[in-house]
């Protein structure tokens, strides 16, 4: 895919109101693959009002219309899922297998699903001597990250159309160019001038814009829990709506009663996907003492398997990379065992990490507080339920985990006592319809499925 050098706002693509670029670096071999337009706030302020003049038209649309655009959009995402891979892949590093399976496969189903909500959804109930009306809140601003670059953005804007609202853009600096195919999607499926508007750009330049915006009626941001709390703040003082997906520690429990070689061998797996550059991943391995030493020369033989370059893409960019090895030589000086990888860079070229397991992970180290966003997991030893429930809820994070055990009710009795946002009952699959969202610092608001739809409306009661 060619770099585009404009923005798209208002259906068409038009040049930025500055000069300035952002360069596109491909992670596994550090060259520029192009150039993107560094927007302003006036490029904001133009997509914000283009969205403006769009929504009044797009919220009176019947839901119906918008689901069958919705749709036309699905399909495109269809047609051109070889290039969302390969783009993907060239900008961000994942290999081209789980581009193809995940970053395309994933966004697809999302679109899906809101086609068909969208179609079926009730936007009117009934209570006692009431009508509510549940109507789109306005023009949305979305900022989003460069995990999961398509399906950050799909998971935002489809639900935001289903529900009447119109969209501006802002996606993150290091995945621009997945961006610009999803508003080449978007163009190509016929939906309307303004309903959705692309703006690039450095995130305290074009994302703080349009955080502050005040003809945004609500801020939907995934990334960074610092980031998450200013734009909390900055939209509270405004009163007006937000939505913030956050960081996570999510606790993969493991209990006495389990399969342990599957459970450490699906919980490596969920790690080392994507580099560990996931915000739900199970990062924390907990197991009982009687079981440990099993675990983790278990996990340690199945991490072997993850050769680097091949299985396991770099990380996204030299900041991300110098920051994980930074919490691998942290996990070190705090007394933790390296039972597979370490902190130096296993190859010369490219932004990658040795896949790394840890053992001897205590609760109160940074490791096993803070999200490292890398493909490093920490196994930690319990001795009781009790003290494993302690631990896997010992974070300010909340946003999912899995529990395993040789019986789901007793894996449920579990999940029902953990703060968290999802857990994955013996390795239950990824549900595109499950909302998803964090308790705790995770973060506010749910994404994904009727739940996701609701975050973009607002009640109207008329009684009778
Ligand atoms: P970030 O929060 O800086 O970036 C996320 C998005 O916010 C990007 O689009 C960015 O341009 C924008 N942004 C940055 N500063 C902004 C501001 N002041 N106002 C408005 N928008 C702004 O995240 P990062 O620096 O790319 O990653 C750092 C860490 O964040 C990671 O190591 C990881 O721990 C976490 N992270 C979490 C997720 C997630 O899915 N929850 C995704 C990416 C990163």
Known sequence: ????????????????AGQDTIAVVNPADEQVIGHVPAGTAEDVDTAVRAARDAFTGWAATPPAERAAKIGALRDVLVARKDEIAETVTAELGAPLGFSQMVHAGVPILVAGSYAELAATYSFEEKVGNSTVL???????????????????????VAPALAAGCTVVL?????????????????????IPAGVFNLVTGLGPVAGQALAEHEGVDLVSF??????????????????????????????????????????????????MGNSGQTCSAWTRMLVHEDQYDEAVATAAAAVAKYTVGDRVGPLVNAKQQARVRGYIEKGVEEGARVVAGGPEAPLDKGYYVAPTVFADVTPEMTIAQEEIFGPVVSILKYTDEAEALRIANGTVYGLAGAVWAADD????????????????????????????????QSGVGRELGSHGLSEYLQTKSLQF
Request: hydrophobic content about 45%; charged content about 20%; aromatic content about 6%.
């Open 170 to 190: 802002k996606p993150a600096e290091d995945t621009p160019l997945t961006a610009q195919l999803f508003a080449e999607a978007v163009d190509e499926a016929g």
């Open 222 to 271: 995934t990334g960074s829990t610092a980031v998450g709390k200013q734009i909390g703040a900055t939209a509270g003082a405004a009163v007006k709506r937000v939505a913030l997906e956050l960081g996570g520690k999510s606790a993969n429990v493991i209990l006495p009663s389990a399969d342990l070689a599957k459970a450490v061998g699906v919980g490596i797996a969920n790690v």
């Open 134 to 156: 549940l109507e789109p809140v306005g023009v949305v601003g979305a900022i989003t990250p460069w995990n999961y670059p398509l399906h950050q953005i799909v998971a935002k």
């Open 1 to 16: 895919m060619k770099a585009h050098d404009a923005m798209y706002i208002g259906g068409r693509w038009r040049p930025a």
């Open 409 to 440: 009710a007793e894996a449920v009795a579990f999940a029902r006592r953990m703060d968290t946002g999802q857990v994955d009952i013996n390795g239950g699959r990824f549900n595109p319809l499950a909302p998803f969202g964090g308790y705790k």
